[in-house]
């Protein structure tokens, strides 16, 4: 691998919910080639080209494009995937490049036809500054493939749109190595995955009379990784001192944003009585499960009147 000359971030910054036992895993490929269409541009690669391994180009005539695989058995079934970071090399030393990568879910060997599958989850713009590192953020499309139980997330990287003036070949470095691309991605095993939440929404300290009959409002608050409207089963909350506590009343039917970050939260209402707080307690428990079974949990601080 050539040395570097420079840098370039292409990934948009998350914030994430709070969590406990966070894990991180950084894989290698497991598969990798480059493919080549002769020309005219039809959409289908006629050839895997193992001498063009790396070569990324689109003159409008002749194109190469590089695919590889990564496993993810290493990533236990029902895992919440917080983030994942792709990271590749590029060379480039001839005018201004667009590059694009594609993702696909893959069965742990490149094969032709993958080289023409489409589903843009990263793109950057490459000068000609000779060779770069790009961190892209492809987190939303390897957490579905985990959600919907896939073994393999393949990418292929290609020039779009054409540059009919280029004369050399892009290429992405470390490939015969095995050492680069890397994805690297953080999620939480199966368990109970930590999600915000606000108890009593604008009220701060969270008082709560236990001699009331009344309902406490609680927020179940969505990040960029959780969308709690779309995740959250309803009927599966429980609400309390314990958190396993069947105090649920009703959610709100009209979707809210509780926090003011552009993402739309979920406010259910739990029966104070139910909930069961004692004097001295000094949090809330939620607890839940997503749609798909995951289970999830969330505390607030609480102050409980006598």
């Known amino acids: 691998m050539k040395p570097l000359a420079c840098v370039l971030v292409v990934c948009a910054g998350l914030v994430l919910a709070s969590r406990a036992a966070a894990a991180d895993l950084t894989l290698n490929t497991v598969s990798v080639a480059t493919a080549v269409d002769l ?12 001498l063009d391994l790396g070569a990324v180009n689109n003159n409008g005539w002749t194109s190469f494009r590089t695919a590889f695989e990564f496993g993810l058995s290493g990533i236990p079934a029902g895992s919440a ?111 109970d995955q930590i999600v915000d939440m606000d108890i009593k929404p604008g009220s701060v300290p969270n008082t709560i009379n ?45 979707v809210q944003d509780v926090n003011n970050d552009g993402l739309p939260d979920v406010v259910c209402h739990f029966e104070t009585q139910a909930a069961g707080f004692l004097s001295g307690d000094t949090q809330g428990i939620l607890k839940g499960r997503t749609q798909t079974g995951a289970r999830f949990r969330g505390t607030d601080s609480v102050r409980v009147l006598r």
């Open 81 to 191: 995937v917080h983030s994942a970071r792709l990271t590749l090399v590029m060379s480039n030393f001839e005018g201004e490049r667009s590059l694009e990568v594609h993702g696909y879910a893959g069965n742990g060997m490149v094969e032709l036809d993958d080289f023409a599958r489409a589903g843009r989850v990263a793109s950057a713009g490459l000068g000609s500054q000779g060779t770069v590192t790009l961190v892209m953020d492809v987190s939303s499309f390897v957490a579905g493939l985990v959600a919907e139980g896939q073994g393999f997330a393949g990418f292929n990287v290609r020039e779009d749109p054409a540059n009919a003036a280029n004369f050399l070949v892009m290429r992405l470095e470390g490939l015969a190595g095995n050492v680069l691309p890397l994805l690297s991605i953080e999620f939480t095993p199966p368990g």
């Open 39 to 50: 020309g005219p541009q039809d959409g289908a690669f006629d050839l895997i080209s193992t």
């Open 210 to 254: 236990r001699a009331s009959r009344g309902k406490i409002p609680v927020a179940i608050l969505s990040s960029p990784t959780f969308d709690a409207t779309a995740h959250v089963d309803i009927s599966s909350l429980t609400f309390g001192r314990t958190g396993d506590e069947a105090s649920l009343a009703f959610c709100d039917a009209d």
